[in-house]
């Protein structure tokens, strides 16, 4: 059937859930290299860890929302356009973060309806960030 599979139109979106992959497989090395004491930073990193990993993730799910309001606006402006919501409204962008979370972690304990789960959450991203942000 035409327009499924692989296209050259989903390669961005290809390329950018390979990086985000790798960029969660560097994080978990990180944190577990910390949490065992193999390098030296101990719980003062692990929290800063975090912290930078709770910032990229919202910006993540920020970018999906705005691609979803905005398809043909492009990856770059999302980006942006998330990034700015984390400067000046950093609590507004907590919302759809934590509806993430809880997806993933409902998805992670049920592995069975993660598909169902984690599509109902991205439902749930959008909703709540209609409510909590503003549209552009």
Known sequence: ?????????N???VA??????????LVVFDLSALARGAVPGGTVLVVATWVVVLWLLAVVVLTVVELGREP??????????AVGITRSAPLRAVAPTAV????GALALMVPVTAPLVLGYGLF?????????????
């Open 100 to 103: 993430c979370l809880l997806a």
């Open 16 to 25: 950018a859930l390979a990086a985000v992959l790798l960029a969660g497989l």
């Open 1 to 9: 059937a035409a327009g499924h599979g692989l296209t050259v139109s």
């Open 72 to 81: 043909d606006r492009g990856w770059l402006a999302a980006v942006r356009w």
């Open 124 to 136: 749930a991203m959008h909703v709540v960030a209609d409510r909590v942000l503003p549209a552009d």
């Open 11 to 13: 390669v961005p979106g």
